[in-house]
């Protein structure tokens, strides 16, 4: 503590200064409100009443500007609702003050050495600027097409979701106004602003849904009774049609033998035949019982002919399906790569196909192109993985999965994966995590980081 008079270095605990008398009794009950208030604001923030945390956290900074520890937590409230730029400010003004064992030296790195996640900031806050220029002029289309893609760059933007539920408020659609409050109340729940909003859409939302949810029950649906169609599969050709035909036909043949031939033959044959055919009915038995013989074993013969093709049209079929797959793998990256823009995603959902499991050239040269990931691409969803640490460990490990599906050597993916397992106490995922980023090199900034953590588990 510095003497207010002289200027000159006291301890915390002195009554008076040792170089010129000064009562210091006030200096030390300013500094129990700074910390009353930081306490506060600590209690606030950790129930996510977040605009009330800045408030407490503010008064706390008003009686000591000195407090490294309110303007550092200021500094960590003002990164969670997207403020990045005023979040800097506090940890510089930060480092300033206290220069050794400060971690706003952490926060700052953190965020400046990620040169991607900084031009995101930089787009977010030009966009939002030329959105607020908009809607001013009263574009509101142009506006909240701005803004989507803000909050697609910043989900934590609270100020951008704000001014998104305003303008959905002033279009009248208030269902997506509703959602964008949501959102912004998850991220800071006693936001006075955002209740505001939510007073004034009020159950106007739920009254739209029910009139649109009446308005579809009323109208007829042309395709009502239409049976949907599922996924194309190919009918197994079966060979049983034909080899009952050819059944039908040996039966047939027999039946003449046995029954219609004796017939016609005494018919056609008068008294010579009647005579004869007693004598020569045993050897036309014989004959006839040798020619079923035969057609029996012709019949066997065919059956296991057509058990072989059936198996080979199976087998013929499972091909096909694993084709359709490939086929609906390489629809769903190309809905991702070309509808949602993200190629993220895109290059994961077809990373379990080759190029030889598509026939035609069109088919290989649009799996090629939305299998491929750039560089920064795979950065940005590895800072995205990052940010998300701070909110759910379980939407981080997702981002940063999908990162390796496309990456399988991203190390700084598998030590952030890693930790949000550490974090999670899933001790023996997070040492396979560790030690697959160890195993890609130990003396790189992330296999250091991966090799500390796993000491810290062992």
């Not at 945390?53 to 609702?81: H, P, W």
């Not at 949602?340 to 994961?348: G, P």
């Amino acid at each position: 503590m510095r003497c207010p008079r002289c200027d000159a270095n006291v301890g915390d605990a002195s009554a008076v200064c040792s170089f010129c008398g000064q009562d210091l009794a006030v200096m030390h009950y300013i500094r129990r409100i700074s910390n009353t208030y930081y306490n506060m604001g600590l209690e606030k923030a950790r129930v996510r009443d977040l605009s009330g945390a800045v408030t407490m956290l503010k008064k706390s900074l008003q009686f000591d500007k000195c407090n490294t520890n309110a303007r550092n937590l200021l500094g960590l409230i003002y990164y969670e609702m997207g403020e990045t730029v005023a979040a800097l400010s506090e940890w510089v003004l930060s480092k300033y003050l206290q220069p050794e064992e400060n971690p706003a030296d952490y926060y700052i790195n953190t965020v400046q050495k990620n040169q991607t996640a900084l031009d995101s900031v930089n787009q977010t806050i030009k966009k939002y600027n030329s959105a607020l220029s908009a809607a001013k002029a009263g574009n509101e289309d142009l506006a909240i097409i701005q803004l989507k893609k803000v909050v697609s760059l910043n989900p934590h933007f609270i100020r951008a979701q704000q001014l998104l539920a305003l303008l959905y408020i002033r279009v009248e659609d208030y269902q997506k106004a509703a959602k964008c409050l949501s959102r912004a109340r998850r991220i800071d729940f006693n936001n006075t602003t955002t209740l505001r909003y939510m007073q004034e859409v009020g159950d106007r939302a739920t009254t739209t849904k029910s009139q649109t949810s009446s308005k579809k029950a009323v109208k007829k649906d042309p395709l009502a009774n239409v049976t949907p169609v599922g996924a194309y599969k190919e009918e197994k050709r079966s060979l049983m049609p034909v080899v009952n035909v050819i059944i039908g036909i040996i039966i047939g043949i027999v039946v003449c033998f046995v029954l219609i031939r004796p017939t016609f033959m005494k018919n056609t044959g008068g008294t010579d035949s009647v005579v004869s055919s007693g004598s020569d009915s045993s050897e036309q038995l014989a004959v006839q019982s040798s020619q079923i013989n035969a057609l029996e074993n012709e019949r066997d013969s065919l059956q296991g002919q057509v058990d072989e093709l059936q198996a080979q049209i199976e087998a013929g079929d499972t091909e096909a399906q694993n084709k359709a797959k490939s086929y609906e793998s390489l629809l769903a990256g190309v809905k991702f790569y070309y509808v949602d823009d993200d190629v993220v995603n895109a290059a994961a959902a077809v990373s379990g196909c080759k190029k030889s499991d598509f026939g035609t050239p069109e088919a290989k040269s649009l799996f090629a192109t939305v299998g491929t990931v750039s560089d920064s691409q795979i950065a940005s969803m590895v800072s995205q993985g990052r940010n998300e640490m701070y909110t759910s460990y379980d939407q981080a490990i997702a981002t940063f999965k999908k990162v390796l599906a496309v990456d399988d050597d991203n190390q700084e993916a598998m030590m952030c994966l890693g930790r949000c397992y550490q974090r999670k106490n899933n001790t023996k995922a997070a040492k396979k995590w560790y030690k697959k980023a160890i195993a890609l090199g130990s003396t790189t900034t992330y296999g250091a980081q991966a090799q500390t953590y796993l000491n810290e588990i062992q």
